[in-house]
């Protein structure tokens, strides 16, 4: 599976923005798809994941009830929609998928690109 991540840009404290991923190969349905993050000078962290079926999602605390991540796997694309952006969610978002349980602890099968959100307070 190749993971493309685009979608990210400039924007102000409180604004919104949509995190796209595409993947390619016939497989995608199978996977759990993530979204982590890497901040200058940190480790990258967990966001927020969704089951192949999208029945099941999970999110860090620090983004609950701002973020929704969702998916349409007759498009192989999975989307993260960040609202209420703060300047400490300023980072590369990394798409990634996996096995549910694996994705969450950061142990994926395949990353994406990085594709940079900057958020200017």
């Known amino acids: 599976v190749q993971l493309q991540a685009s979608g990210g840009g400039l924007v102000q404290a409180g604004g919104s923005l949509r995190l796209s991923c595409a993947a390619s190969g016939r497989t995608f349905s199978s996977y759990a798809m993530g979204w982590f993050r890497q901040a200058p000078g940190k480790e990258r962290e967990f966001v927020a994941a969704?089951?192949?079926?999208?029945?099941?999602?999970y999110y860090a605390e620090s983004v609950k009830g701002r973020f929704t991540i969702s998916r349409d796997n007759a498009k192989n694309t999975v989307y993260l929609q960040m609202n209420s952006l703060k300047p400490e969610d300023t980072a590369v978002y990394y798409c990634?998928?996996?096995?549910?349980?694996?994705?969450?602890?950061?142990?994926?099968?395949?990353w994406g690109q990085g594709t940079l959100v900057t958020v200017s307070s």
């Open positions: 990634a998928a996996g096995v549910m349980k694996a994705v969450v602890s950061g142990r994926v099968d395949y």
């Open positions: 969704i089951s192949w079926s999208g029945g099941i999602v």
